[in-house]
């Protein structure tokens, strides 16, 4: 247990955080571990009730662009030593990531993105359909044209997480109010002055926008426009059945992934391009569709047909955050003092953040640029220099 307070929020903060998702309490945890005091975490509703405790797990360092790839493979060593660090069992194991496509037009980009990833020593390799069958023994390759594979990717378990970044930031006197609503930002003469909750104010000079698909709304607070949509992603889990699968199987094809908990259940999810972008926290929808049943039992048992037998047990949906080059947006923006953000993992949240949370932490105490956090910026969007990431799943 941690401890939760439930009296009034302080009136000073040296920084106040805002969303207790991963993102949040990382940043939380990473300032205090570098020495900053009088730090306060505010989360609407329970810890990782937004997009942490919704998400799939997966941790992988596959992707198509640099940045990307450099944060995940930070984020992967990470993850490797984080139950120790945090005094948390986390979960985490590395049984890889398969990355399987339908389409032939898409080997190329298959075969480009293992070369990038190589090049930034990670160990992905590019594997003919008939080569799966040695990772997934009853996968059917009938229709796969080509895949990827990375034994070091894996999944952790997000609430476990979650909790473990909390125990840890506590630890190093963060206190962390749930159930507290952000009504209102100050700011005066272009720098954050402070913060107004249904628990009281807090004076502070940082505030770190961490809301997850509520990002959207709390910038604009600050007269900050983000380009981000949400969109809602849903997930399933099977009854448990015989350990069969080590890998994560994701599909570039039709947006499917599943894998299978250290419970022997399995667990997935799968994209649906019909689902609405929303702009607004009044539009947000998590309730579970049969639609969406169905669509994932079709096209699970394609790819496991042994998954015939097994009865689907309950269904669970979270929003993205979605920027439109599917890369987070990190760090302040001119003219506004004291505001840093850590939003818009377009669902990547989960594997991008210990180490999206350490370089932003180390920028904000020590000062000195980070060259992939200034690539990353918010100013990315207005000066035209984006570059969209391919494997975006789910």
């Known amino acids: 247990m941690i401890p939760l307070p439930e009296g009034p929020v302080p009136a000073t903060a040296d920084a106040v955080i805002v969303g207790g998702g991963i993102n949040g309490l990382a940043i939380a945890y990473e300032l205090a571990r570098r020495g900053m005091k009088r730090l306060v975490v505010l989360e609407r509703d329970y810890l990782g009730s937004g997009s942490t405790g919704r998400c799939g797990g997966g941790i992988r360092q596959q992707w ?11 984020s992967v060593a990470a993850y490797e030593h984080l139950a120790g660090e945090l005094g948390l069992q986390t979960f ?21 993105a293992v070369a990038l990833q190589n090049s930034c020593q990670v160990p992905s390799r590019f594997l003919e359909p008939r080569e799966c069958l040695d990772i997934v023994p009853q996968l059917d390759i009938s229709r796969l044209k080509g895949a990827t594979f990375c034994q070091k990717d894996g999944t952790a378990y997000p609430f476990s997480v979650v909790w473990g970044y909390a125990k840890a930031a506590t630890r190093r006197g963060v206190r962390i109010f749930i159930r507290t609503r952000l009504l209102e930002v100050r700011h005066d003469g272009g720098r954050i002055t402070g913060v107004v909750t249904d628990r009281g104010e807090i004076a502070t000079p940082l505030l770190i926008n961490c809301a997850g698909p509520w990002s959207r709304s709390l910038a604009a607070m600050v007269g900050v426009q983000l380009p981000n949509r949400q969109e809602r992603h849903e997930i399933m889990v099977s009854e448990s059945c015989k350990p069969f699968l080590d890998p994560m199987v994701i599909s570039i094809s039709d947006g499917i ?11 997935g999810g799968i994209g649906d391009p019909d689902e609405p972008h929303w702009d607004r926290p009044a539009q947000f929808d998590t309730r579970s569709q049969l639609r969406f049943a169905v669509r994932f039992a079709r096209a699970l048992t394609a790819y496991w047909p042994p998954a015939r037998k097994l009865r689907l047990m309950r269904q669970w949906a979270g929003m993205y955050d979605v920027t439109p080059d599917h890369r987070p947006i990190l760090g302040g923006v001119p003219g506004l003092e004291g505001y840093q953000m850590a939003c818009g993992y377009s669902g990547h949240g989960f594997m991008l953040a210990p ?8 920028q904000i105490t020590g000062g000195e640029p980070d060259a992939i956090i200034d690539s990353l910026s918010l100013a990315r969007f207005s000066r035209g220099d984006i570059e969209a990431d391919a494997f975006v799943v789910g």
């Open 64 to 74: 198509t662009t640099a940045e990307n790839i450099r944060l995940a493979q930070e």
């Open 92 to 112: 985490f194991r590395q049984g890889g990531y398969l990355m399987v496509t339908e389409d032939e037009s898409h080997l190329d980009s298959l075969r480009k």
């Open 257 to 267: 992934y599943f894998s299978q908990s250290m419970r022997g259940e399995i667990v």
């Open 355 to 362: 180490m999206a949370a350490s370089r932003l932490a180390k």
